[in-house]
């Protein structure tokens, strides 16, 4: 719908379309509809197993037992949650991660690196399946597509917008305008990718924290899955065979730049997932254990405690 | 005037068609998740036999503490009403506890696969009870809350929904200690 608008106001502003001058047909129009129902559907349908195989996941091997464990694992907070089994895959990667696909509930699938098997334990194991069957649950997937093609939508048409802008018979019509009316379109044409960039970022951050808190809420155990983020924080190892495209499904930024490392705006605002000292912060927090930077002497709040 | 009344009166009816149906579809999925829970403890009774199979070749020397997990289960698959199962499935929990706790002197069969499949089964099994009965609980709390939340309460009454029972039974629970199924490895 939103490109069908944009795609009309492209074509009256700078086709001329809708008046005697310009062109038969609303080109513009029909390319973005067009253009939108394509990619949304190729998306929607086929996304999933696009991404597991160019990944290279594969099925589970039913006789090791760290497979039928992950099968046993994903069972349990199944029905934890309420949904149906999704789909298992394993890639074979030292680097542990795992990410979820799937814009439905039928065609759902769960991917874990066979680095997270050897690393994690059960509790932790379970936390981290948790994780990401919330993605799958809060369809957060299918909300990242539905971001990712608005903002390759709003860079193409912001790119058709300047081109469009330079054209001869519009210059002529702006041109009796009053210039100052430029400027604020440049600027926005200029950043407006940009300003979707970060607010797609945005979005999958605060995905990822929902998730989180979903986790915690099948599992009733906070730590398992703070465990779970302090050790594959601990392990280091960037996953390969992402890319920039893929990187927001996974667990933990799998493209590890030193970027990720340190937390400052500028950090915070360009990476699809929030730093990982600030998710295990939260999870002991859910947990009432008290933060380690604080004074050891103070008791902070009424919920500390330290064993079991 | 009367179109108003009119407008009111549709809305009206789209409000109580909507919380009717919503009731409805969670007291099915509230019926749904105990059956799960059934369905899980099942499980768990059709394990038990062939974890003593497994383990009776090699503990010549512990037949009563065998034949007391096999009388457990019995006692639990006979038992009635949610208290009822509710203690006869600790019973259960804790024999196998014992029978984990005796492995520990029979270091063959605890590096045994079979056991340590066995050991993963049970583990699984005794997860799935918990995470089904902690969404029937949860579930259970939904729709208790959607009957009594105010506009509602009036709706459920006149249409006889009853709010359900939970799925816990805190003085079997807190009586029994926890039981240990890890092994040392």
Known sequence: MFFFLIGGAIDYLYFDAFTAAGPAFPVATVFALGFATSTTLMAYYGGPDIILSSLGAEKLNLQLPEHRELQNVVTEMALASGSTMPRIYVIFDPAPNALATGTNEKNSAICVTSGLLTLLDREETQGVVAHELSHIRNEDILLMTLVSILLGGIAILSDWGRRGFYSSRTGRRLGSKNPLLFIPLLVLIALSPLIAQLLAMAVSRQREYLADATATQYTRNPRGLARALERIRDAGMPFHKASRGTAHLFLVNPLRRRLDDREGGLADLLTTHPPINHRIALLHRMAGIAQPSMESSTVQGSNVQRAQ | ?185
């Open chain 2, 1 to 185: 005037m009367i179109f108003t009344l009119w407008a009111v009166i549709f809305v009206l009816g789209i409000w109580i068609i909507s919380t009717y149906n919503g009731l409805v579809a969670l007291r099915l999925r509230v019926q749904n998740a105990w059956r799960q829970i059934e369905v899980q403890l099942k499980r768990r009774y059709d394990l038990i036999p062939n974890l003593v199979e497994t383990v009776k070749g090699y503990m010549q020397y512990e037949q009563d503490t065998l034949q007391k997990v096999i009388d457990a289960r019995s006692q639990a698959m006979a038992s009635k009403g949610v208290k009822e199962t509710a203690e006869a499935q600790s019973a259960l929990t804790q024999s196998l506890g014992k029978i984990f706790m005796l492995m520990e002197n029979y270091p063959d069969l605890k590096a045994s696969k079979n056991a340590l499949d066995l050991q993963e089964e049970l583990t699984t099994t005794e997860n799935q009870i918990a995470f089904a009965r902690q969404y029937y609980n949860d579930l259970v709390t939904q729709y208790n809350t959607k009957q009594q939340v105010f506009p509602a309460n009036m709706l459920a009454g006149f249409f006889g929904f009853q709010p359900s029972e939970f799925f816990s039974v805190p003085e079997a629970e807190q009586a029994l200690p926890k039981v240990n199924l890890s092994l040392n490895r």
